[in-house]
């Protein structure tokens, strides 16, 4: 069994405290229902299908919210509870099993990894008071932009359901392959500092031109 941390699974339950461990195995059926939650946020290949899935039914209902309301709306309430019943079964075998502190900590790395995977994109935005300040004068003026879009061009409901669509398959690798090849166009780089009041455009492109 591979070591995790540099601690040998034989001394993990040695060097781990009796409440600690009582914790972290009454923990582990909850983490693994957060490994597989992320695993369909961050589209592992894995859980490909799942992903997809999870996407149209996001679009279908942000699209059609009042025709699902109106007609399945009672069905919705009994798929819900279908759907917590059915989560605290699993979570009930998975308390019965025999896990073990490596395998606790598996997890926890796998949870972490997929974690800063998700809120990666969010980190790397470093917004500072000046550009949280621009950000909102830009978020003011994009407003207007919106309402005249979906006036005119695109009704608000298809509008969200393409928001939708992009955050949901935002870690996707078709949309990580189109926000790469977009990135190599300088216009668009342009574009997004702009639309977000960050500054680091404008002081790497002076660096560039001082050299």
């Not at 009582?22 to 695993?39: A, E, F, N, R």
């Not at 899935?53 to 309301?69: K, P, Q």
């Not at 917590?84 to 979570?91: E, G, K, P, S, V």
Request: net charge positive.
């Amino acid at each position: 069994m591979p070591s995790v941390s540099g601690i040998k699974p034989s001394e993990l339950s040695q060097k781990t405290p009796p409440h600690v461990s009582k914790l972290l195995i009454s923990s582990y059926p909850y983490l693994i229902l957060l490994d597989k939650i992320l695993s369909v946020l961050t589209w592992e290949k894995d859980y490909f299908y799942y992903s997809a899935g999870v996407t149209l039914l996001m679009m279908t209902f942000i699209y059609y919210f009042e025709i699902v309301v109106v007609y399945l709306g009672f069905m919705m309430v009994i798929f819900f509870l279908s759907l917590f019943a059915q989560l605290a079964q699993t979570i009930d075998k998975n308390q019965q099993e025999n896990s073990t502190l490596d395998d606790i900590a598996r997890i926890l790395h796998s949870v972490n990894n997929k974690s800063s995977t998700l809120f990666n994109p969010i980190s790397q935005v470093n917004l500072k008071g000046e550009e949280l300040r621009l950000l909102l004068c830009t978020t003011m003026l994009l407003t207007l932009v919106y309402g005249f879009i979906s006036r005119y061009f695109l009704p608000p409901r298809l509008l969200l359901t393409f928001i939708a669509a992009f955050l949901l398959t935002f870690h996707s690798s078709f949309n990580r392959h189109t926000r790469k090849r977009l990135w190599n166009f300088e216009k668009f780089q342009r574009c997004f500092y702009f639309v977000l009041g960050l500054s680091e455009y404008s002081k790497r492109d002076s660096k560039n031109k001082s050299k």
